[in-house]
């Protein structure tokens, strides 16, 4: 249930036999209108001047007028003309407003004189005839989308020429209605069908044209927000697309909102100049956000052509000294001066090694055996036998 309960909101949104177009229209022009109203923001602005209403004319009427009412300063409606200057500019403009302070405010002011006339665009167009015309396109599209939504509940369309297959029919509905199986075989549907009494037409072709409309009101949506400065795909293709495809429709985003922005600031400066105020007006919301990125865009530009201009006139100018080095067809030749100092300096450095101490061996503790000991002992003993008859054999032959 609602927090608040209003009787009119029950009276708008309540169903009728046929559509009210002038309330579609209307809705969607003030939802666009609200949406728009993040565009810019203000700095400095009278509390007497709220921003939402300044740009409520700027948006709406096209232009507005700075004008004193007593030591208020005040923005309102004028009608411009007469007395055109050079450029077939009117130069006068009336103000009357039933609702100001002093009534001498409702006068005949000179532009740029005593007063300060500030358009939203080059032409004081404003953004209304725009809105009209796809919010026009919008509702139309909503209202075919709606009949169609009501239209695809039928999948087919059953005719009977008599009383009896109509029952039959009707009976055979009611129960596909409940979620019952069955199968109408009674005489009077069979028979009265026999002369094609009972009639079935295919109702085919209604989810086609619900994905035509959704796709004819995105692209209009699409239109819109662009020419409105804002970023909207309208994918018709029905598959992916790719970052390039994606980007088509940069370069149209920014030439009309440039064109608001521009007219907004020479006009604060004239209403500064004039009332002595400090009023200043930027990009806000998503419009500061494109902004930025594409002044970061640009600096990435100009670096790049910055860098590339500098690599040609280096190619140009050939070899180029920097200090000790050479740098001549992309090839670094490095030559280094290095003095007779720099050279016995270098030679002076020893370095300091250090000897690592010897691991000592572990002891191993070796066992001979009875038998081993033995054999060893006649070995000995047949040595020092042959080693005696060795000595009395060189005797012998030194007596001789």
Request: one cysteine or more.
């Amino acid at each position: 249930m609602s927090l608040f309960w209003y009787p009119e909101l029950n009276e708008k949104y309540a169903f009728e036999e046929k559509p009210d177009k002038g309330m579609l229209l209307s809705s969607f022009i003030n939802y666009f209108l609200a949406r728009l109203q993040s565009m810019f923001v203000y700095d400095g602005l009278p509390d007497t001047v709220p921003a939402k209403w300044l740009e409520n004319y700027l948006l709406v009427n096209g232009s507005c007028v700075w004008v004193k009412d007593g030591d208020d300063l005040i923005v309102t409606r004028g009608a411009v003309g007469a007395d055109p200057d050079v450029y077939y500019i009117p130069t006068k403009v009336i103000v009357t407003n039933p609702y100001v302070k002093h009534e001498s405010t409702n006068r005949t002011y000179t532009r740029d004189v005593d007063t300060v006339l500030m358009v939203n665009d080059t032409y004081a167009q404003g953004l209304l005839p725009m809105l009209k015309k796809y919010c026009s396109m919008m509702v139309e599209a909503e209202i075919s989308m709606n009949l169609n939504c009501i239209m695809s509940r039928g999948t087919a369309a059953l005719s009977a020429a008599d009383d009896n297959t109509k029952e039959s029919a009707e009976l055979w509905l009611k129960r596909i209605k409940e979620g019952q199986l069955g199968v109408i075989g009674e005489s009077p549907f069979l028979i009265g069908n026999q002369d094609r009494a009972l009639t079935v037409n295919q109702m085919s072709g209604a989810d086609a044209t619900i994905t035509n409309l959704i796709e004819y009101m995105q692209y209009i949506k699409a239109s819109l927000y662009n020419e409105l400065g804002l970023q909207s795909n309208y994918n018709m293709k029905r598959e992916a697309i790719n970052s390039g495809e994606s980007q088509l429709n940069e370069d149209m985003l920014h030439p009309l909102i440039d064109t608001m922005l521009r007219e907004r600031e020479e006009g604060l400066e004239r209403v500064n100049e004039m009332f002595g105020t400090n009023i200043s007006v930027k990009f806000n919301s998503a419009w500061e956000i494109n902004e930025r990125e594409e002044e970061a865009a640009i600096e990435q530009i100009e670096a790049t052509a910055e860098q590339t201009e500098a690599a040609a006139e280096m190619a140009e100018e050939g070899p180029v000294q920097n200090g000790g080095e050479t740098v001549q067809n992309g090839s670094e030749e490095v030559k280094e001066d290095i003095t007779t100092e720099e050279t016995e300096a270098s030679e002076e450095v020893t370095e300091e090694v250090t000897e690592e101490p010897e691991e000592e061996q572990p002891e191993v503790e070796v066992t001979i055996s009875d038998d081993a000991v033995n054999e060893i002992a006649e070995k000995v003993a047949e040595l020092i036998e042959e080693g005696i008859e060795d000595e009395d054999t060189e005797r012998q032959s030194d007596d001789t």
